[in-house]
């Protein structure tokens, strides 16, 4: 919280903190970095696995930086969603990205 005037947490060399954690909540899970396409599957099979998703199906999806992501990496996080679900056998309808 930046009324704090420190930091919550800390990440260790070479960690990344995955999935939303705003105003200094946690995220979904610490991992050592990895490619963005490695992140990018691990979130989306987090979702996909938890859906009545099949071949096939037409998906929209949406990449948020909620603010704080470069556009440029927004791209290349959509880019790997893209090819996540054309590897699941889907079609992708639409796609929104947001940099705010």
Known sequence: MPAAGKPTFELGEGEI???????GEPGRERAALMTAREVTTRLAEAI???LPFRRGDQVIAMVNGLGGTPLLELY???A??????QDKGSLLLAA?????
Do not use: K, M, N, Q
């Open 17 to 23: 903190e995955i999935g939303i954690g705003i105003h």
């Open 48 to 50: 996909v696995s938890d």
């Open 76 to 78: 290349l996080v959509y």
């Open 80 to 85: 790997e969603l893209e090819r996540f679900l």
């Open 96 to 100: 929104w990205w947001a940099t705010t």
